[in-house]
């Protein structure tokens, strides 16, 4: 069964430094997303991507950080300058876009955690 | 504003016992209701979801209705087993079809024992 892929699974990185998290989607999906989980906290939505542009995003999707798709196959989140409290876990999901955004299932990947020092 | 709050937890049950999780949402629209499970170590899973009033979503013994009346979504298994033991998450995407962010619930931790 096809299935949402992230790498890598945890990432230590000090404060100030870039890091790219990346995402394989589901092939032929249309429609992709960044969430994140602050232990003990709610999953929290990012941003939406679709056809190489953002759709939507929160208030928590600052200038600090970018999306892309550099080919047909990934998609990655860049966190430009880390913060303590970037400190979560990182889900990326994706949709086929077949039903509607609003009533489409996400297929999740496993998740990257994600340390900040 | 959307927003999900759902029971806290952990839930702890017995083999065979009845669930009930309860989820409660706010929404300024007509919005699609979903529940995700959460297995140790893997990603969020969906488990069942109703896009409008009155629709009941099911899916492995779990149940759950969309009651605009009383804007809840909760979820029941007639007979848990240890193998439900997972994070449970209540969530919903705003009303209107172009918006697919969904806005979780906290999750309910769920320990079904022997």
């Known amino acids: 069964e096809p299935e949402v892929t992230q790498t890598p699974s945890h990432q230590v990185t000090q404060m100030g430094q870039e890091v790219i998290l990346r995402c394989v989607p589901i092939?032929?999906?249309?429609?992709f997303y960044w969430y994140r989980q602050i232990l003990g906290q709610k999953v929290e939505f990012l941003v939406s991507f679709y056809n190489n542009e953002i759709s939507e995003k929160s208030e928590i999707f600052d200038d600090q950080f970018s999306v892309e798709r550099p080919d047909g196959s990934n998609f990655t989140l860049k966190i430009r300058s880390t913060k303590l409290e970037d400190s979560a876990m990182y889900f990326c999901?994706?949709?086929?876009?077949?039903?509607?955004?609003?009533?489409?299932?996400?297929?999740f990947g496993p998740g990257t955690r994600l340390t900040v020092l | 504003g959307n927003s999900v709050t759902q029971m806290e937890g952990p839930v702890t049950l017995s083999e065979e016992a009845f669930l009930t999780i309860n989820c409660t949402y706010t929404a300024t629209g007509y919005p699609s209701l979903f529940w995700y499970v959460q297995y140790p170590g893997e990603g969020l899973q969906l488990l069942l979801k109703?896009?409008?009033?009155?629709d009941k979503g099911s899916n492995k013994g779990f149940e759950a209705t969309y009651r605009k009346e009383t804007t809840s979504f909760h979820l029941e298994k007639g007979s848990v087993q240890v193998s439900d033991s997972a994070v449970y998450f209540c969530a919903l995407t705003p009303g209107g079809g172009s918006q697919g962010n969904l806005i979780f619930g906290k999750g309910t931790k769920l320990s079904v024992k022997p």
């Open positions: 092939s032929n999906h249309l429609y």
């Open positions: 109703a896009t409008k009033a009155d």
């Open positions: 999901a994706s949709s086929s876009g077949t039903s509607g955004r609003a009533y489409d299932t996400q297929y």
